[in-house]
């Protein structure tokens, strides 16, 4: 049974999250009522043993530098953070993040033609690479000499107190691509994450802390399937890939669009061993999906944002169906639950909690 968690002083991106907590608990056989008095503590990797396979793994894609562009890796470890390079330190998600001289994030929202930055990750360090600019290089060397300066930013309501300034060169190189003055790159040196927004349990009931990661809009993983971008689609007159949606993990073989909006925790590579994710809330949807990826410019008509709306779900509540139109949604946020460091890779299976 659904618990419908709206009201009148819940502002709809709320009540979007809410759909995405009663749906979820339907498939750990988990009572609403139930989760909150246990609140994740008593949920233990041993007491989930009813896995059923739902897919597999088609993409594993690791963004370093928040708002550019992602690398597709063909295995990866799992951590708190997110996914990390198997033997290349500096490839991990989202651990880089452009600020302004204020020190407030600076992403596709402002800055589109950030999508046609090339960024990849060597022995050697960090290469940045763009149309009609030298190729600059963030050496390793640099980000592990203890000789940079650490400096507060903000990302959306989260202070982070202290994360690593990379240094002139690459903000001059960032200042030139992009026309500004006062930029830098900022990296998230700590294994453990520094975003300290306010969880309200009546909100957002299935979102901790741990599931935070480091400069990521929401938590350290966002999942969704092949199939579900396919339906989506259809409501669009010029298809999109998953470049647009930005998943760092992307699944096939899933029996139904939009399926990820009713798993709750997922099993991946061995059903008896593998690391298992939780979801946290659903993805909605803003202004970076506007970006066509291919030009680096906004889409005049909105889209896909006005077409999300029209996405036709399978939720078993009509209320709770009504309310998933007030957004649009595509994917879904993940936390680690259990299995810090293993390996998952491309062609993985993929197991749910099930009754």
């Not at 609403?32 to 041993?46: A, E, Q, W």
């Not at 043993?49 to 295995?75: A, F, M």
């Not at 290469?127 to 980000?143: H, M, Q, R, S, V």
Request: net charge positive; proline share 4%.
């Amino acid at each position: 049974m659904f618990v419908l968690l709206y009201h009148e002083s819940i502002s709809p991106w709320k009540a979007v999250a809410a759909i995405g907590i009663a749906a979820g608990l339907v498939l750990a056989g988990v009572s609403y009522s139930k989760y909150l008095k246990n609140k994740n503590n008593k949920i233990t990797p041993d007491s989930l043993q009813k896995w059923t396979r739902i897919g597999r793994i088609k993409k594993l894609i690791i963004y370093p530098v928040k708002s550019c562009p992602g690398i597709e890796v063909e295995s990866a470890k799992v951590g708190q953070l997110g996914l990390q390079g198997d033997n290349l330190e500096f490839l991990r998600d989202r651990i880089f993040l452009i600020v302004d001289s204020k020190g407030n994030f600076q992403t596709l929202r402002q800055f589109p033609t950030l999508t046609l930055i090339r960024v990849n990750v060597t022995e050697i360090g960090v290469e940045f690479t763009a149309p009609g600019y030298d190729t600059l290089i963030l050496t390793n060397d640099l980000l592990k000499s203890g000789q940079l300066k650490l400096r507060p930013c903000r990302i959306f309501t989260d202070r982070l107190k202290s994360v690593t300034d990379c240094g002139d060169e690459v903000g001059i190189w960032l200042d030139k691509y992009l026309g500004q003055t006062g930029l830098r790159l900022v990296y998230h040196q700590s294994s453990v994450t520094h975003r300290n927004r306010e969880i309200k349990s009546i909100d957002m009931p299935y979102l901790t802390h741990k599931d935070f990661g480091s400069f990521q809009d929401e938590t350290s993983y966002m999942i969704m399937t092949e199939e579900s971008i396919q339906h989506f689609n259809e409501n669009l007159l010029k298809p999109l890939t998953y470049t647009r949606f930005r998943p760092s993990i992307l699944m096939d073989e899933v029996a139904e669009p939009l399926a990820e909006e009713n798993w709750t925790y997922i099993r991946i590579s061995d059903k008896e061993s593998g690391p298992i994710l939780k979801t946290a809330i659903l993805c909605v949807r803003c202004k970076v999906t506007t970006v066509d990826t291919e030009t680096g410019k906004f889409e005049k008509d909105g889209e896909p944002l006005i077409s999300g709306l029209k996405v036709q779900r399978s939720l078993k509540n009509d209320e709770l169906a009504k309310l998933a139109k007030l957004k649009p949604i595509l994917g879904v946020h993940f936390g680690l639950f259990d299995g810090e460091g293993k390996i998952i890779k491309v062609g993985d299976p993929v197991y749910a909690a099930l009754k």
